[in-house]
């Protein structure tokens, strides 16, 4: 798995491995502490009715983790970068609704966080295409 491990495949190696681990949040941590360290108010984090939605999209979001292990595992580093990059959709739509329903400072940090990430996949820098 790491006979091709380059130090360029390190920002999105710690990415897949976040996002998997913080995907389980729900299950390990629970529904309410899950909402809340996303950056929703406690009024949406004890609604039960969001309780369902955090479980079914942190689950999402650990099969992205897992296919990004995947792809590197399997030396498909072009895939990652194209995965990489399509995650600065998530940045805005995080951002967005951070911002409209949570806490602004959660917003900022999503997008500040996953930003760099998406254009380091769009510039092809964990293939060293262009870079």
């Known amino acids: 798995m790491f006979e091709h491990f380059a130090y360029r495949h390190l920002p999105p190696l710690l990415l897949a491995a ?3 681990v913080g995907g ?3 299950y390990t941590h629970g529904c309410e502490h ?3 360290e996303f950056g929703f108010p406690k009024a949406i984090a004890v609604n039960k009715a969001a309780w369902p939605v955090i479980k079914t999209g942190s689950a999402r979001v650990t099969t992205i983790g897992l296919a ?4 590197y595992a399997g ?4 895939a990652m970068d194209i995965l990489l ?3 600065g959709w998530t940045a805005v739509i995080d951002g967005i609704v951070c911002a ?3 806490s602004p400072g959660s917003a900022r ?21 262009f870079f």
Do not use: D, S
């Open 109 to 129: 940090f999503r997008v500040l966080a996953t930003v760099p990430v998406a254009v380091w996949g769009a510039l092809g820098m964990t293939t060293g295409k």
């Open 75 to 78: 030396g498909h580093l072009q």
């Open 18 to 20: 976040v996002i998997t």
């Open 68 to 71: 990004l292990l995947g792809m």
């Open 24 to 26: 389980a949040r729900p």
């Open 85 to 87: 990059a399509a995650l």
């Open 34 to 36: 899950a909402l809340l």
């Open 100 to 102: 409209k329903e949570g």
